[in-house]
Nanobody, 110 residues
Framework: VQLVESGGGLVQPGGSLRLSCAAS????????ITWYRQVPGKGLEWMSG???????AYAATVKGRFTISRDSAKNTVYLQINSLKPEDTAIYYC?????RGQGTQVTVSS
């Protein structure tokens, strides 16, 4: 099982990004996928999850700004992030079970 995140970058406050989590060795539509983020020196913070039945969940701190979705044909899960804030700056990881990708850096700065 391998997960590969992409889509991070440098964006101004108020901007948007769509992060991707592409999977191999696993069918994402049959799995629970979660997104975490980590600021250097701090622990992992759970952001969002999408589950086998398609239900989604969000951390209270990001609900309304983050949207998780799944494209079964591409075996990819997305995390749309709107109205980005400097405090959203972190490395974002997708996970399934014990597997975690390498992460994608999101930097929000003017």
């Amino acid at each position: 099982v391998q997960l590969v995140e992409s889509g991070g970058g440098l964006v101004q406050p108020g901007g948007s990004l769509r992060l991707s989590c592409a999977a191999s060795g696993i069918t994402l539509s049959s799995s629970a996928i979660t997104w975490y983020r980590q600021v250097p020196g701090k622990g992992l913070e759970w952001m969002s999850g999408i589950y086998r039945d398609g239900t989604t969940a969000y951390a209270a701190t990001v609900k309304g700004r983050f949207t998780i979705s799944r494209d079964s044909a591409k075996n990819t899960v997305y995390l749309q992030i709107n109205s980005l804030k400097p405090e959203d700056t972190a490395i974002y990881y997708c996970t399934t079970g014990p597997t975690r990708g390498q992460g994608t850096q999101v930097t929000v700065s003017s």
